[in-house]
């Protein structure tokens, strides 16, 4: 198939749209979300619209339309745009970037102890661009870009050097994921249908089947009856929780009983043990917590950007992630070998000819983006030390949670903690105060990590299967889709700023999310590092992940899938889509215990129809609010 054009165009139109919606949606609207989950809103509501629209054209005008490749490519681009703007990379940029200079006060000191640390282009230095920016361009006064553009181009030097070591890494594990072990890839299960119609039809194949329509309208009805409230304050809504939390004690966190239907769609597509542990190991370590507040054990200093509802829980979930990301490797040792021996020595015996790029490729562009990674960091400060153990656990937190959302079909998930939280434990001191300020810096592109590009990549790696077309192309049109999503997003950012005053969005990002970073990274300065306490509980999150390893490999009737200790834990967002998980696996369970294969096919267009009718209603109260309430929205997703 030749290149793809008019579906390239249509592609970079989506993202610019997404990367311009995205920021408006979230800052100016107050409305739903756009890009915060792994499958973002955007890209369902503005791709399925396309996919009727394109349905409706071939259908009645007789036209050629957009083929199942074309619609493959605009999905792809569509999705890795959707993870740069937001909660992604270029809005965290610019308000951690921004931050240090404006924020600095003779009561935090961070004039004296943070701006004089930080190099010159890592940051605007311009007061008046500064102020102008937090508080809105006064009338008469034009944007002043140039301020902007010497730190932004070499932060946009060092995220695209990012991006494409974490394509070359998806493209590395590409055929162990999804040929090998077939990894499920649960929230691509909707796109694929949308984009592949059955033969000898332009629709997708769900919507010729009622059971997809009744799950439609039961989360579209309960959305749109409490958009009714939105006019009529008066009107009763139906309430998003089934009952009050439930409570099993005093201090023991409680189990909150929000059902989110795209949540209970997607898990029904997750393997069974899966699904069962990701909601078994958010229970046990509700227990663990409760009981450590019942004895009163805690570890001092706040671990910002850690999972568990306790600090030990997170250092766990760490040491959870390192044990499966070692496992995962091991796995693909064969996989990976014949990478070495195709990049290095050129063995014909290994075909690589169907793949995002070639082995040799992936070997050597991905050891050049790290040195330059290695190289940009060396200079913004770090030391060799921090450096090191930082891009080590950046990848191991990576690689990681692209592996569980792959299997695990998880719409919203976060790491255990950020690379920063553990060099700061590791190192602390010894990372020394211009070390730790380059630490800080990194907050702007390596944070909560709600989104970000790896998934995407790896879910469009998956679409490519469903699509008559080149993988060389598609790593193109990925790389690209990221290259323009960055700059759009990062323009527009600079330009709503100005416009409306970035200190009035109010907000996490461009609030305490700002300026966390540098606390933290003072405060790590005078840590006694390292701690080992915390790394005993490392080492035990390890031991406990290893053993749950071996008995998965070892004995198959064992219930306890192992992924669900990394990121299982009692803590936003699981705490939130835990009981969808719960409500999902126990439908799946049942049906397969009636009616075993036959009719959990059978079963499948109504669980389509939840995540398809949930979305379309978000979507319609997003243009609603667009419409009636603008800077007055209602967030019904993302929260």
Request: with cysteine.
């Amino acid at each position: 198939m030749i290149f793809p054009l008019r579906a390239f165009l249509i592609g970079l139109f989506m993202v610019g749209l997404i990367n311009v919606g995205a920021p408006y949606s979230m800052f100016v609207l107050k409305s739903s979300q756009w890009a915060i989950s792994y499958l973002p809103l955007s890209v369902v509501f503005l791709f399925t619209a396309l996919v009727f629209a394109n349905a409706a054209l071939k259908s009645t005008l007789r036209i050629t339309g957009l083929s199942p490749g074309e619609l493959g490519i605009v999905f792809i681009m569509s999705l890795v745009g959707a993870s740069i703007p937001t909660w992604g990379t270029s809005t965290y940029m610019i308000a951690v970037i921004a931050a240090p200079k404006f924020f600095a006060s003779p009561e935090n000191q961070w004039q004296e102890k943070v701006v004089q640390y930080a190099k010159d282009w890592l940051m605007p230095r311009d007061d008046i661009a500064l102020k102008w920016f937090y508080n809105g361009l006064p009338a008469g006064e034009s944007i002043p870009w140039g301020a902007w553009i010497a730190p932004l181009f070499w932060w946009t030097s060092l995220v695209v050097a990012i991006f494409f070591l974490c394509h070359c890494l998806v493209a590395a594990l590409r055929k162990q994921w999804v040929e090998h072990e077939r990894l499920p890839y649960a929230l691509m299960e909707v796109p694929r249908q949308l984009i592949e119609p059955p033969p000898g039809s332009n629709w997708p194949g769900f919507v010729r089947k009622p059971v997809f329509w009744i799950g439609f309208a039961i989360p579209f009805f309960m959305v749109m009856w409490n958009v009714v409230t939105y006019f009529t304050p008066a009107f009763p809504p139906i309430p998003r929780d089934l009952s009050d939390p439930i409570r099993i004690g005093r201090d023991f966190p409680a189990i909150h009983t929000n059902i989110n239907w795209a949540i209970v769609g997607f898990t029904y597509f997750v393997n069974l043990d899966v699904a069962f542990s990701l909601w078994f190991f958010n229970v046990l370590t509700m227990l663990q917590i409760g009981t450590f507040n019942r004895f009163g054990y805690s570890l001092p200093g706040l671990d910002i950007y850690t999972l568990g509802g306790h600090p030990a829980i997170g250092w766990q979930s760490f040491g959870a992630m390192i044990v499966l990301v070692a496992n995962m490797i091991w796995m693909a040792r064969g996989h990976l070998g014949d990478i070495w021996r195709k990049a290095i020595h050129g063995n014909d015996e290994v075909d690589d000819s169907n793949e995002l790029m070639s082995y040799r490729g992936i070997v050597l562009g991905g050891s050049f983006s790290l040195l330059y990674i290695s190289f940009w960091m060396y200079r913004a400060g770090m030391s060799i030390p921090t450096l090191v153990l930082f891009i080590l656990a950046t990848l191991i937190l990576y690689t990681g949670i692209t592996r569980i959302v792959m299997e695990g079909g998880l719409l919203f998930s976060r790491a255990p903690l950020v690379g920063q939280t553990f060099v700061g434990y590791t190192l602390g001191p010894y990372a020394g105060p211009e070390s730790n300020i380059a630490l800080g810096l990194s907050y702007g592109w390596h944070h909560e990590l709600k989104g970000f590009f790896m998934v995407a990549s790896a879910n469009s790696a998956k679409i490519s299967d469903h699509m008559q077309l080149s993988r060389r192309t598609i790593t193109f049109c990925v790389m690209a889709a990221a290259l323009v999503a960055l700059v759009v997003s990062m323009a527009f950012i600079l330009y709503m700023g100005y416009s409306f005053g970035a200190y009035n969005y109010g907000g996490w990002i461009f609030g305490d999310g700002s300026k966390i970073p540098y606390a933290e990274s003072l405060r790590k300065i005078g840590l006694s590092a390292p701690d080992w306490t915390r790394l005993m509980h490392l080492g035990i999150g390890g031991g406990i992940m290893s053993a749950l390893t071996f008995m998965r490999y070892r004995f198959p009737w064992w219930p306890l899938h192992p992924i669900g200790m990394p990121v299982g834990v009692c803590s936003y967002p699981m705490t939130i889509i835990v009981f969808s998980i719960f409500v999902s696996w126990l439908a799946k369970w049942a049906i397969m215990r009636s009616g075993g294969i036959g009719l959990y096919q059978k079963a499948q267009p109504f669980f389509i129809g939840l995540i398809m009718g949930y979305f379309t209603a978000i979507g319609f109260s997003f243009l609603i609010d667009m419409a009636f309430f603008p800077g007055q929205g209602h967030s019904l997703y993302g929260n």
